[in-house]
């Protein structure tokens, strides 16, 4: 698990490949990953929006954005979390993610971004 704090939010990530949903042979590689926000400010803070970052192992780099996670822009009380899980393929075993949050604080409407840490995906068979 990797973790990086901005303005008092914690953001944790661990990925776990997705054997199932993969096919080696047609080069498609799916791979899930948990997020945990935690807030740890003293303000209530809203995900309002979500860059990623997506690189596989040649190089390539796909970039998303959009508003919020999994289709919810969460309201996080301080002392609270969100949790949530999603995925992504690769055409290559190995892999890496990262990016921000664009929050903003309830009380002000002050916009601020949080980084999510850089993790990697990495299929089992890719580590010999």
Same mark, same amino acid.
């Given at each position: 698990?990797?973790?990086?704090?901005?303005?008092?939010?914690?953001?944790?990530?661990?990925?776990?490949?997705?054997?199932?949903?993969?096919?080696?042979?047609?080069?498609?590689?799916?791979?899930?990953?948990?997020?945990?926000?935690?807030?740890?400010?003293?303000?209530? /803070?809203?995900?309002?929006?979500?860059h990623? #970052?997506?690189?596989?192992? &040649?190089?390539? +780099?796909?970039?998303? $954005?959009?508003? =919020?996670?999994?289709?919810?822009?969460?309201? /996080?009380?301080?002392?609270?979390?969100?949790? #949530?899980?999603?995925?992504? &393929?690769?055409? +290559?075993?190995?892999? $890496?993610?990262? =990016?921000?949050?664009?929050?903003e604080r309830?009380?002000?409407?002050k916009?601020?971004?949080?980084?999510?840490?850089?993790? &990697?995906?990495? +299929?089992?068979?890719?580590?010999?």
């Amino acid at each position: 698990m990797v973790t990086a704090v901005t303005e008092g939010i914690k953001v944790s990530v661990k990925s776990k490949y997705q054997p199932y949903y993969s096919s080696v042979r047609q080069m498609n590689f799916v791979f899930a990953y948990e997020i945990c926000i935690e807030n740890n400010s003293h303000h209530t /803070i809203q995900l309002l929006k979500r860059h990623w #970052y997506i690189i596989d192992a &040649n190089g390539y +780099t796909r970039e998303v $954005k959009g508003d =919020g996670v999994i289709g919810v822009q969460p309201v /996080i009380e301080p002392g609270q979390d969100h949790k #949530y899980v999603s995925g992504c &393929n690769l055409t +290559t075993t190995l892999g $890496k993610m990262h =990016g921000t949050f664009l929050m903003e604080r309830q009380l002000d409407g002050k916009q601020f971004e949080v980084n999510i840490p850089e993790f &990697n995906l990495m +299929t089992p068979f890719s580590q010999n």
